[in-house]
Structures are given as structure tokens and as C-alpha cells.
């Protein structure tokens, strides 16, 4: 048997079975959104007053309760300017932002390559279906000898219907994507602007001693 005869028996499973898939991963897509926004939503903190707390504390050189302030919040900023006041070398500081920045972007950015994934391919599998109901069309074409029929409509529809699918699925995962991500980078950034106190904290310490 050649690869056409294989296809084309593989055609004759219908679209039906691509779009199941389609929905499959739609939902794990799903699962992922709200485990994603979940997880951000619960990290979450008064920035502005962690800053002034984080700020005030430092002005006082009161670096214990400067130290508790950061512990007692669950947001990430907190976490990545945490490992830099551990340190009392500025530049031993900033490696350890370095890492906890990356550590952290990793945590936030976890299943996400999913969602990425699924919202470049999703078009292509409804086209995968697509085609398998155009090679169905043609069947149905050839056995009404080049009549227009009730199956041949049927088969062409849902050709379509898979390409559709595929689009349904693929432009909210990739907006979703695209929103995790400006939401993990402003994050990020709001947590290099706290460190960075932490950091000028320690240098005015280390040129005091």
C-alpha cells in the first residue's frame, strides 16, 4: 500500500476525529489559563505599599524588619528583592537578583510554552482536518459522477468547519499567551525597581563601613 492509498484511507475517518482534538486541547488550554491565573492572582501584593514599607524600613537601617516585610508578602516581587537583602555585598546582591529573577520568571511563565504551542499549531490541525474533508469531498464527488449532492455539501461543510475550529481555539490561547506574558514582565520589572532599593540600601552601607 503507498503513502496516497494510506491517506486516503486515513480520509475516511472524517474530519469529525481533528476537531475532537481541537476540543481536547482547548480545554487543557483552559485548565492551564486558570491554574495560570490563579497562581498570579494569589501573588499578588500592594506594590506601592510594599515599596514605602521596604523604603522605610531601609531609611531606619532597621534591615530585620526590612527582611520580615518582604517574607510576609506572597508576591514574587517580594521573593526576588528578598534574596538580594540576604546579601551584604552589593554585588554579591545583584548575582542573587540575577538568579532569583530568572527562578521566578520561570515560576510564573510555567505551562505557558503550552498555551504558546497550541495557539502556532491549532490553525494547522483544523487545516489537517480541512484537507481530510476535502479528500472526502472528492470521494463523494467521484461516486455522484460529478453531481453536486446532499454528501457532497455535508463533506465540504465540514471541511470548513474544521478550519474554523482550529481558529476558535488557536486566537484565545495565543491572546491569553501574549497577556501572561506583558503581565509577567511589568512583574519583573516592578521587582528590579525594588531590589534596586535593596541594592542602594547595601552600597550606602558598605561605603558607611
Known amino acids: 500500500m503507498n503513502i496516497v492509498e494510506k491517506m486516503s484511507g486515513l ?12 476540543v481536547a486541547l482547548s480545554v487543557v488550554g483552559l485548565g492551564v489559563v486558570l491554574e495560570r491565573t490563579v497562581v ?7 506594590m506601592r505599599g510594599l515599596s514605602q514599607d521596604l523604603s522605610a524600613a531601609l531609611l531606619r ?9 518582604l517574607q ?5 516581587e517580594a521573593r526576588i528583592a528578598g ?3 540576604e546579601c551584604s555585598d552589593p554585588a554579591q546582591a545583584r548575582e542573587r537578583l540575577a538568579g532569583a529573577s530568572v527562578l521566578a520568571r520561570l515560576d510564573m511563565q510555567r505551562h505557558l510554552a503550552f498555551l504558546g504551542t497550541l495557539g502556532n499549531n491549532a490553525p494547522f490541525v483544523g487545516l489537517f482536518g480541512t484537507v481530510i474533508g476535502i479528500i ?8 455522484s459522477a460529478g453531481q453536486v449532492s446532499a454528501s457532497l455539501m455535508s463533506e465540504v461543510g465540514e471541511a470548513l468547519v474544521a478550519t474554523a475550529v482550529g481558529l476558535l481555539v488557536a486566537l484565545p490561547a495565543v491572546a491569553f499567551f501574549n497577556l501572561f506574558q506583558r503581565v509577567i514582565a511589568a512583574r519583573l520589572g516592578r521587582a528590579q525597581a525594588l531590589a534596586h532599593e535593596v541594592i542602594a540600601y547595601l552600597e550606602l552601607e558598605s561605603a558607611g563601613d
Not at 498570579?40 to 500592594?46: F, H, I, M
Not at 510576609?72 to 514574587?76: A, K, Q, R
Not at 472526502?136 to 461516486?143: H, I, K, M, P, V
Open 11 to 22: 480520509s475516511q475517518a472524517g474530519a469529525g476525529w481533528v476537531m475532537w482534538v481541537l
Open 40 to 46: 498570579l492572582l494569589l501573588s499578588r501584593d500592594n
Open 61 to 69: 537601617r532597621d534591615r530585620t524588619r526590612a527582611a520580615h516585610r
Open 72 to 76: 510576609e508578602s506572597p508576591s514574587f
Open 83 to 85: 534574596a538580594a537583602l
Open 136 to 143: 472526502r469531498a472528492f470521494s463523494a464527488l467521484e461516486q
